[in-house]
Nanobody, 130 residues
Framework: VVRLVESGGGSVQAGGSLRLSCEAS??????????IAWFRQPPTKEREGIAT????????YYSDSVRGRFTISQDAAKTTIWLQMDSVNPDDTGMYYC?????????????????????WGQGTQVTVSS
């Protein structure tokens, strides 16, 4: 089990920037096929996968809704994962979660599918005002 804690959420005006952090427990380094992803869930909407990173390499995936505006990255220890959010707009409002999952656990694993991730943080709220 990987424990995850998000931070960095808050209120920002449209066009601004925000950086979210996800602190993962050291167990994340036990897995050779581990990915850490960021999801978000606006009020009354389904959870959406927006970015993921392979913790033992540099592979990243982004949803169309954030590609070119958001950047996922990690520190050298692979236990802090950041989501740099630039040029935000009100549609980016929601609860942001980080999650850990191993690609070898499920034959239908997909990088931005919530079903591909087994460990979740509690979330951090992001509110973008126009």
């Amino acid at each position: 089990v990987v424990r995850l804690v998000e931070s960095g959420g808050g209120s920002v005006q449209a066009g601004g920037s925000l950086r979210l952090s996800c602190e993962a427990s050291k167990e994340v380094t036990d897995y050779k096929d581990n990915y850490i992803a960021w999801f978000r869930q606006p009020p009354t909407k389904e959870r959406e996968g927006i970015a993921t990173i392979y913790t033992r390499g540099t592979s990243t995936y982004y949803s169309d809704s954030v590609r070119g505006r958001f950047t996922i990255s990690q520190d050298a220890a692979k236990t802090t994962i950041w989501l740099q959010m630039d040029s935000v707009n009100p549609d980016d409002t929601g609860m942001y979660y980080c999650a850990a999952g191993q690609s070898g656990r499920w034959s239908r694993w997909a990088p931005l599918d919530p079903l591909s991730y087994t460990d979740w943080g509690q979330g951090t709220q992001v509110t973008v005002s126009s």
